[in-house]
């Protein structure tokens, strides 16, 4: 009932851009933010950035003044600007979406099958 379809992964040089989408499916279910984590080899996933249905966002320190996130809420999509890419950046991106079913209070989220982004030095 839940689907969440990620695209726009890809390899990119250092100082690229890539723009990923995510698609979200969600009958019976109400979205209270959606957002993009990451997680690289080795490492913890990490926010990279959310947005709440009023607009507000959140931004890792990391991504600041790189990255924006947007939505399109009739269409239930969340996209992420990826610009001046690092290779730091390097992980697979997982898109996230927060709410609650209908007559069911309890926050749950939902994630996407993740998209991989490579940045090469």
């Known amino acids: 009932q839940v689907q969440l379809v990620e695209s726009g992964g890809g390899l990119v040089q250092t100082g690229g851009s890539l723009r990923l989408s995510c698609a979200a499916s969600?009958?019976?279910?109400?979205?209270?933010?959606m957002g993009w984590y990451r997680q690289a080899p080795g490492n913890e996933r990490e926010l990279v950035a959310r947005m709440g249905n009023s607009g507000r966002t959140n931004y890792a320190d990391s991504v600041k003044g790189r990255f924006t996130i947007s939505r399109d809420n009739a269409k239930n999509t969340v996209y992420l600007q990826m610009n001046s890419l690092k290779p730091e950046d390097t992980a697979v991106y997982y898109c996230?979406?927060?709410?609650?079913?209908?007559?069911?209070?309890?926050?749950?989220?939902?994630w996407g099958q993740g998209t991989q982004v490579t940045v090469s030095s």
């Open positions: 996230n979406a927060g709410g609650h079913y209908n007559n069911y209070d309890a926050t749950l989220d939902f």
């Open positions: 969600t009958t019976g279910f109400s979205i209270i933010a």
